[in-house]
């Protein structure tokens, strides 16, 4: 594809997020045309239509965006479930292919698509937003220059409210609390990591928010080759305003994160010493706030990495059999609070 060239986009998916996180940041990208989208809703392919302008073409069924043939790529940002069958749609009609985060809701799933890509010759990208965030990539690079010597331990806690009511809280629709919330954290596990997760060991359930079909709490360890551990701790009943911490331990050093106070400390264990870091994101990667009123950040940087690899026939950074990778993880995890036991990957993934 020429790198000159304008790229030609279709939205699946118009709702809030669809709009504000994709619409709104591709229509701000030189190079791009946003020129279809759609949604079961007219309010909302009215407010698409506010953002995209009288370029933009709105359908009610997604499939109709998928059979135009003037588009090189689809965006696709529908309900978890739907997933699947968009992204095998828009391959199958010789599309690129950007999905939102999970992948799939199984590992059958994952595969079909990873398979149609190849078989395609197109680019896939799952909306692993958090690994274009600065405050990890800071992060990564100082893992990868041995900065804390040989990494060991990973930890995310995250006590926060709710999340949105409405599809969120089915368990059909998004394929449990876990992938649906944890599986961007578990992909930054298995990113850092940079090996294979061996077995997954998970604690959870329904304590509070008994309303909702979906778990409102988990506590997850993973084992990695090499001896190598993560821990998650997620409460969906904590107060509003909770950030997520996450951190990384070496035989040198440690590093603490918080992800809404875009700090980084690094503590070194040879000197008293540490470092306190403020790592921002560069100009408006960071304007994007979601409804309970939490930044989300990377996700305009990770936009233009796909449109990057469609114009210089790239492998994204996060990749489908990365995104499997993540799914893999998380569905072993609610595998095991269903088991009550320790679930091998090797027997649970392939």
């Not at 940002?77 to 809701?105: I, S, W, Y």
């Amino acid at each position: 594809m020429s790198s000159s060239s304008t790229l030609r986009i279709g939205l699946l998916g118009a709702g809030w997020f669809g709009r504000e996180a994709h619409l709104r940041n591709l229509v701000a990208l030189d190079g791009v045309a946003v020129t279809a989208a759609s949604s079961r809703s007219d309010e909302s392919l009215a407010a698409a239509k506010a953002i995209g302008g009288d370029v933009l073409r709105t359908f009610s069924d997604w499939r109709e965006v998928v059979a135009l043939d003037d588009l090189d790529a689809i965006v696709i940002a529908l309900t978890n479930d739907q997933h699947h069958a968009a992204a095998m749609a828009a391959l199958r009609a010789g599309k690129h292919v950007f999905c939102e985060k999970p992948l799939g809701l199984t590992l059958a799933e994952c595969d079909d698509i990873i398979a149609a890509a190849a078989d395609a010759g197109r680019i896939l990208q799952i909306g692993h937003e958090m690994r274009f965030q600065r405050l990890y990539g800071h992060m990564k690079e100082m893992i990868d220059r041995g900065e804390i010597g040989d990494l060991q331990l990973m930890w995310c806690r995250e006590f926060r409210g709710p999340m949105r009511p409405g599809w969120r809280s089915s368990e059909a629709v998004t394929g449990g609390a876990i992938l649906e919330k944890n599986v961007h954290h578990f992909d930054l596990f298995n990113w850092m990591m940079d090996c294979a997760p061996v077995r997954v060991s998970a604690h959870g359930g329904t304590n509070v928010l008994k309303d909702r079909e979906i778990l409102d709490n988990a506590q997850i360890l993973v084992e990695y080759e090499g001896g190598r551990r993560a821990s998650l701790e997620l409460c969906l009943f904590a107060p509003k305003g909770g950030d997520c911490e996450i951190g990384a331990c070496g035989d040198k050093g440690r590093i603490d994160t918080r992800n809404q106070a875009l700090e980084l400390v690094h503590h070194r264990f040879d000197t008293p010493e540490r470092a306190v870091m403020q790592i921002a994101d560069e100009g408006d990667a960071a304007n994007f706030v979601d409804s309970s009123g939490r930044i989300d950040r990377g996700i305009k940087p990770q936009l233009e990495h796909f449109l990057e690899c469609l114009r210089h026939d790239r492998v994204p950074l996060n990749d489908g059999a990365s995104a499997r990778r993540a799914v893999a993880v998380c569905l072993a995890a609610q595998e095991s609070i269903r088991r009550k036991e320790t679930v091998w990957m090797e027997e649970f993934a392939g």
